[in-house]
């Protein structure tokens, strides 16, 4: 067991080695650069922006700038192009915005996705499944920020609850229960839209595992000793069922700064993805490969617990 | 070959339908699925009418701007003293309306279409390409060694590479950074969308490799891509065919999102995304600019998804016998 482990942690930081070298190829050799951003600006003389790209290093070979930015990372001297802030210190600041939007994102995925999908596998060809399938299928297909903007309207005309940004201006001296009901109803809309998708999608994954772990001789001879149905359902089916969603861990930790790209932007939330997206318009180089940087981390921890975790709970898997 | 069929025949043997045809019966067993698939037929149709009609023949003409029309709701006749007769839109009628610069909508939607399902099949010509050859290479030339490492090892492991990126992100990144053109956004949707083909297509090379009829063709001397590409590959197509139709979807919707966010394919081609990126600054004045993109966007990427699904169900032997 620790041997495997040992031995995934290299192989994953070898992959890391290759994947920060192929975004920083990627960005680099792109056309633009940050020197580009502002032309017609007339104060920009060729001598400052030869000056600019020389306190950049931007006149090295690739190689050499790969190296600088490795370094500047790894010693916290890395600056932003924008603004010459510390990057890491940047990133955490829209990271600590970005986490509550995250997790109760996932936790509405969650906890909606399972009852739905179980329901719909128990009663396969009801009513309820077929309506949840193709719910499902209508949510997987709405462009996100359509869905949104309807819903953005909807809530302002009916509820009259404000929902863009972090917090309603102006209101620092209020009560604190007012302030804390002013925070959640910011957070209920953003991390209800960002939950949909997830919602749909994995519902039906429920709705198919499931449907695989019912068939199965198991659940047959429980059924036969005389089990109630709940304890079936529950006790031997479920418990079965769950074991692909541990990788699943792994794979909705990326949704983190890509996904909230857009969702980000339309309730002007100050997290992440909207970082990433400020930075691209700014061709802040930093900024966006250590958001690359740190979110490839991200999946290779995410499914380096979700290997260890199968390992632990599945007992018929051996290293 | 004559004797063979006859001998079958006489045996019982031959198979009443042919494979394909069998999948197919039970594909239009599924009605959902069937109906979608009859309504993206109709749309390919409307597509490519929609292509002669705004762009070789010019009926509807997209680009014609009539700023003292502007905001007119849907199903408006063209009743205007100021813009003249011959700006007017065809049949004297605009059926969806016009946006912000007096532009007929119906028009723009018309152009769209086919805009909007170029980039959708583009891209996934590009995945599905780059998925068969990376993953057919990986599966048929599996253990053989490229220095110390083998072939399958360096391919598959390049495809967690590229898994390990925030797909969006990437595309948005690449696609901020380079020239806008709508070029650049199917390749660039393409090129970041290949690895579960290429995972597909490399399981299911793993079997086949083993099969006879691989042995009988390389017995044969046929040059190794032949056999890669022209004898193994149709019999792997049917995962392939199911995430391709799957891809379309998302790749429409990819393209909405970057139109979204200013990126996507830029004026004056139309879209579906820029149409209704363009409209939503005007959702309170005139929200027709809105939801009719919005809910053709909806409704053609759920024929896509509910297509891919019952192609997936049909050709997946395991969830029929579950019935």
């Known amino acids: 067991m620790t041997q495997f482990i040992i031995k995934s942690i290299g192989q994953r930081i070898v992959l890391l080695f290759f994947i920060s070298i192929i975004s920083h190829s990627i960005v680099h050799l792109a056309p633009g650069e940050p020197s580009l951003v502002d032309p017609s600006n007339p104060r920009m ?42 990057v890491l210190k940047k990133i955490w600041d829209r990271f600590l915005n970005s986490l509550p939007l995250f997790i109760v994102g996932t936790l509405i995925t969650w906890f909606l996705a399972f009852p739905v999908g179980i329901k719909a596998a128990i009663n396969r060809g009801s009513t309820f499944d077929k309506t949840g399938t193709f719910l499902a299928y209508a949510l997987i297909s709405i462009p996100g920020f359509f869905l949104s903007y309807i819903c953005i309207i909807f809530m302002v005309k009916t509820f009259n609850v404000p929902v863009i940004g972090m917090r309603t201006f102006g209101l620092e001296d209020a009560g604190l229960l007012f302030r804390s009901m002013d925070r959640v109803w ?3 809309i953003p991390s209800l839209m960002s939950a949909v998708a997830g919602v749909a999608i994995l519902s039906r994954y429920v709705r198919s595992q499931m449907l695989e772990v019912i068939n199965q001789d198991y659940i047959r001879t429980a059924r036969a000793k005389g089990l109630s149905e709940d304890a079936v359902i529950y006790r031997h089916g479920l418990r079965n069922a769950l074991l692909p969603f541990i990788t699943m861990f792994g794979l909705i930790i990326p949704g983190l700064i890509g996904g909230s790209v857009i969702f980000e932007t ?11 997206f400020e930075a691209i318009l700014a061709r802040d180089f930093p900024v966006i490969l250590t958001l690359n940087f740190i979110s490839a981390i991200l999946v290779l921890v995410g499914t380096l617990i979700s290997d260890i975790l199968y390992a632990v709970v599945d007992p018929r898997i051996k290293f | 070959m004559n004797t063979i069929t006859e001998k079958q025949d006489a045996e019982g043997l031959k198979p009443a339908v042919s494979l394909f045809r069998e999948r197919w019966d039970i594909f239009k067993r599924n009605r959902t699925a069937y109906s979608s698939f009859i309504f ?95 993953g057919g290479i990986a599966g048929y030339y599996g253990k053989k060694k490229f220095g110390f490492l083998t072939v399958d090892t360096i391919i598959m492991r390049f495809v967690d590479i590229m898994l390990c990126f925030p797909t969006f992100f990437l595309i948005l990144t690449v696609v901020a950074l380079l ?26 090379f793993l079997t086949l490799r083993e099969l006879d009829f691989v042995a009988a063709a390389r017995s044969q001397a ?55 990126a363009d409209g939503k600054q005007f959702i309170f004045d005139a929200p027709w600019i809105t939801f009719i993109p919005g809910f053709s966007i909806l409704f053609v990427v759920l024929a896509f998804n509910l297509c891919g699904e019952g192609l997936r169900e049909a050709f997946n032997p395991k969830l029929q016998e579950g019935k």
């Open chain 2, 179 to 204: 020239p806008p053109s709508i070029y650049n956004i199917m390749i660039v949707i393409g090129l970041t969308s290949w690895m579960g083909t290429a995972r597909f297509v490399r399981a299911e």
């Open chain 1, 266 to 276: 339309i309730f002007a939330w100050p997290g992440m993805g909207r970082l990433g």
């Open chain 2, 40 to 134: 993206l037929i109709v749309l390919l149709a409307i597509a490519f009418a929609g292509k002669a009609l705004t762009r070789w023949f010019v009926v509807f003409d997209p680009q014609q701007v009539r700023l003292p029309e502007k905001f007119l709701p849907p199903l408006t006749s063209f009743t205007s003293k100021i813009t003249s007769a011959e700006d007017a839109p065809a049949f004297n009628i605009y059926l969806m309306g016009t946006d912000e610069l007096g532009r007929d909508v119906f028009a723009r939607m018309l152009e769209g279409t086919s805009v909007s399902l170029t980039v959708g099949f583009v891209a996934v010509g590009i995945s599905v390409a780059l998925g068969i050859i990376f």
């Open chain 1, 186 to 188: 910011h957070w209920t």
């Open chain 2, 222 to 276: 046929i040059p190794e891509w032949r056999i890669i590409f022209i004898h193994m590959t149709p019999n792997a197509i049917a995962p392939v065919l199911v995430s391709a139709t799957i891809g379309v979807a998302s790749a429409i919707l990819i393209e909405s999102s970057l139109s979204f966010l200013g990126f996507g394919v830029q004026p004056p081609d139309a879209t579906w995304g820029n149409i209704l």
């Open chain 1, 45 to 86: 003389k060729a001598e400052d922006i030869q000056r600019i790209r020389a306190a950049f290093h931007l006149d090295e070979p690739l190689h050499v700038q790969y190296v600088y930015w490795m370094k500047d990372l790894f010693t916290d001297e890395l600056k932003s192009f924008k603004d010459n802030q510390p």
